[in-house]
């Protein structure tokens, strides 16, 4: 285990270092605000699989925020980590702090909770995968297994880091069990549609020539780590390099934009909201109807119907 993993396993620190501010003089609306914060940031790593985060894995939680918090929030959240491993660096702990070249977002207004692709960008990235260099490679049927699983069934980073050649099923339809959300043990599915099982199959057979023991649907082919578990960030570079190639280059588009963008398709060609809420995994179904509100919001607006 390495000093940051140790340390951030340790409940006994995160104590220790609210009651430092607490001492410096930190009024307690900040203490909490601080804990928050850096329990927010703590949940992410577990979902992300992360137990050694370095400087990268903070820069892409915060970016992770941005789909969700408002910029206030966010750098509230990397004050609290930033503090939070200076107090371990101070105390001697750790050698160094990840942390402290992460710089917050500049403030001001509110940012877009989500941005869904296009259907034709999402359509462009999937193509990426079959032509050019990708044409045909072991690379290119993985990654657009990946991108499907993504576009057609809003698979977030974390599931498809976690999927398992055995959480695949058939039995009629093809489904695959997927670990929710803050879960670890598959315990959700995700269906198929027809017309992408010929993709996952083709991945499948790609996968068996390997033939290794690691019980990942999706690996690395790369030859430094070949044929171990892709991480997140792997995955995450992935996603960034297709939409690259399919020349999108707007920031507010991350991985996530596929998951959104396969949740309000659904909502837009007329499925309930009971059948989204089944497909997006929501425990809540407030958050479900947010993303309805958001669909009609923007599809049927009141204001089209104003008549004088």
Known sequence: MSENELVLATVSWIDKW???????????KTIEAYRRGLHRFLHWLAEQGITQPNAADIAAYRDDLKTHYSSLTIN???????????????SGAISYSPAEAVRGIRGGK???????????????VLATCESGDD?????????????????????RTVEIQRANIDDLKVNG?????????????????????REQERIIR?????????????????????????????????IRNLVKDHYHKAGIYDDTKTTHSLRHSAITSAIRHGATPMQVQAMARHSSFNTTLGYIHEVNRLDAPAEDLVEY
């Not at 990397?78 to 371990?88: E, K, N, Q």
């Not at 909770?113 to 999402?122: N, T």
């Open 202 to 234: 083709a991945w499948l057979a790609e996968r068996a020539k390997l033939g290794n023991a690691e019980p990942a649907l999706f690996i690395s082919l790369s030859r430094r780590n070949q044929g171990e578990r892709l991480s997140t960030r792997a």
């Open 135 to 155: 044409h045909d490679t072991p690379q290119g049927v993985r990654d657009r297994a990946i991108l499907t699983l993504m576009a057609y069934c809003g698979l």
């Open 18 to 28: 609210l009651e430092a501010e607490r001492v410096k003089g930190a009024a307690e």
């Open 76 to 90: 509230l959240s990397l004050t609290a980590v930033r503090s939070f491993y200076r107090y371990l660096l101070e």
């Open 173 to 193: 339809r093809m489904v695959l069990w997927v670990q929710g959300k803050g879960h670890r043990e598959a315990d959700e599915y995700v269906v198929i549609p």
């Open 110 to 124: 509110r940012n877009h909770k989500r941005s869904e692709l296009s259907a034709g960008e999402v359509l462009d």
